[in-house]
């Protein structure tokens, strides 16, 4: 990332400094070498508005905001996955779906849909 195109990103209230603006671009470039997949693309922009955040915000404050976050998707993956487990159980006893079709369409292994239906420990 260039100078420009952070400034672009950051907008004209960024609060930083031109040092911290030297900062921020290092520490996008690090960020870059984390992250080089095109599809991880969401998890580098993630890690940059962190690196930005904690240049303007308490550290605790976004500590705390993003352990409550966490904790909501987690609670909301297992939440998603009891369901599918339930529709898994009873598509699958009914006849209405295969094991490896209701994996493929919901987007989990095969493996979990046989543990699901107690046929894998």
Known sequence: MQRY?????????????????????????????????????????????????????????????LAVARTAARAAERKALVGLRQVAVTRISNGDATEAGFARQAGVDRQAVRKWLGKKA
């Open 5 to 65: 195109e952070l400034e672009a990103w950051l907008g004209d209230d960024h609060q930083l400094t031109d040092e911290q603006i030297e900062e921020l671009l290092r520490t996008s470039a690090e960020i870059d070498e984390q992250y080089p997949d095109p599809d991880d693309q969401d998890d580098a922009e993630a890690a940059l508005v962190a690196a930005y955040r904690l240049m303007v915000e308490a550290p605790e404050s976004l500590i705390a905001e």
